[in-house]
């Protein structure tokens, strides 16, 4: 059995999909775990500071706020910026797509190259709303929109992925 999809990559979807990547990784949760912490922390140091009757908000305050929105910015930024110098410099990130999924494994075409994964090297399959991810590597994957499988294919392809990839096959019903 073998699954043929075509697409285009629009920039927006791109970075939508390497938002969900970034989103996913083990070093993006950690930075926005800590932001969460240092906005805690902030909350409770200005709660004490007002309990004290200090009215000023302090310059350490402001830094913190600062920092912790600086913080925020770069993980939101990050995958844009990343996809937009790919996109440049790579002709392959922004044109026609065609991927096989077949018995064996995933198979890409783009223009200017191909590649090819077994299902044993694939790590995970993952199903977000708008795309199924292919994790070769904790934080690298290729993606396909979902919009590019047909509504009448996709339980099919959902079943024939969890067929070939077992319980690394995590999708949606």
């Given at each position: 059995m073998s699954l043929t999809f075509?697409?285009?990559?629009t920039e927006r979807e791109h970075i939508?999909?390497?938002r969900i990547l970034s989103l996913r990784q083990p070093t993006t949760r950690r930075i926005l775990a800590f932001l969460a912490l240092c906005l805690l922390v902030l909350i409770a140091y200005h709660g004490v500071q007002s309990l004290r009757g200090y009215g000023a908000f302090p310059l350490m305050a402001l830094a913190g706020w600062a920092a912790i929105a600086l913080g925020?910015?770069?993980?939101?930024?990050?995958?844009?910026t990343t996809v937009r110098s790919l996109r440049k410099n790579n002709r392959a990130a922004a044109g026609l797509h065609v991927y096989d999924v077949t018995e064996r494994g995933l198979e890409?075409?783009?223009e200017g190259a191909s590649g090819a994964i077994e299902w044993p090297g694939i790590l995970e399959v993952y199903e977000s709303r708008d795309f199924l991810f292919f994790y070769f590597s904790s934080?690298?994957?290729?993606?396909?929109?979902k919009r590019a499988v047909?509504?009448?294919?996709l339980p099919m392809l959902r079943?024939?992925?969890?067929?070939?990839?077992?319980?690394?096959?995590?999708?949606?019903?």
């Open positions: 075509e697409f285009d990559l939508r999909a390497a925020l910015a770069v993980v939101y930024y990050a995958p844009s890409m075409r783009a934080e690298w994957a290729h993606f396909l929109p047909a509504p009448a294919t079943e024939s992925l969890r067929r070939w990839v077992g319980t690394r096959a995590h999708l949606r019903q």
